[in-house]
């Protein structure tokens, strides 16, 4: 099947820092939508943006959406140790599919 | 994970045997969805169900079916149970279609085939 790429796979940053993950895609979607997942649990949706929106909050999560280039980014502000997840991106595609990233891991350090 | 109840949570089971796994949701969604999740692989949609008898195959459903007898229940059946079937099984549900809204996750269901 055809996923999404996230990048990075990983990533370690210091509390209180920012975390920024990539998602990109080949198809042409109608949305595109962030999941946390933690250790042991099922995924948690973040935020859905549509194809005809470029930015996106909620609280202290950013997302952005670059139709042409076919790339969304995640932005985590003043990360916090409860941070520390899994985040997926899924691209809903005209088909009414979800083609799933593979994950980004992130640890936030004390 | 409010209102979706997978079970059970655990299980190990041996090659060749029967296994069904429960999701059982009280917001009365019409869409739910099983999808097993796999290192390396992410999540891969096994089956879901668009209303009550009605369902549909996802990218990975060879060895496994499904049953929707009420709006509340989906059910997931691996009919012999292989080793490669060993996995983290997660139900979902969502309002419209899974391109369209988000999906909530249950808490998963973790199988060891041995």
């Not at chain 1, 202290?60 to 985590?76: A, N």
């Not at chain 2, 060879?62 to 079937?85: I, M, N, P, W």
């Not at chain 2, 969502?94 to 199988?111: M, V």
Request: aromatic share 8%.
């Amino acid at each position: 099947s055809q996923q999404g790429e996230e990048d990075p796979q990983a990533l370690s940053i210091q509390e209180g820092e920012n975390a920024t993950m990539n998602c990109s895609y080949k198809t042409s979607i109608n949305n595109l939508q962030w999941y946390r997942q933690n250790s042991g649990r099922g995924l948690v949706h973040l935020i859905l943006i549509r194809s005809n929106e470029r930015e996106k909050h909620s609280g202290r999560l950013r997302v952005t959406l670059d139709t042409s280039k076919k790339s969304s980014s995640l932005l985590i502000t003043a990360s916090r140790a409860a941070d520390t997840a899994s985040y997926f991106c899924a691209m809903g595609d005209s088909n009414y599919q979800l083609i799933w990233g593979a994950g980004t891991k992130l640890i936030i350090k004390p | 994970d409010a209102g979706i109840t997978q079970s059970p949570r655990h299980k190990v089971t041996e090659t060749g045997t029967p296994v069904t796994l429960r999701c059982h949701q009280t917001e009365n969604h019409r869409y739910m969805y099983w999808y097993r999740q796999d290192p390396g692989h992410g999540l891969r949609l096994i089956h879901y169900s668009y209303g009550v008898k009605d369902t549909d195959k996802g990218e990975v459903s060879d060895g496994y079916s499904v049953s929707r007898s009420k709006t509340e229940d989906f059910l997931l059946t691996l009919e012999s149970a292989t080793s490669s079937q060993t996995s983290v099984y997660f139900c979902a549900i969502s309002e419209s279609g899974q391109g369209d809204s988000p999906l909530h996750f249950g808490n998963g269901t973790r199988l060891t085939v041995t």
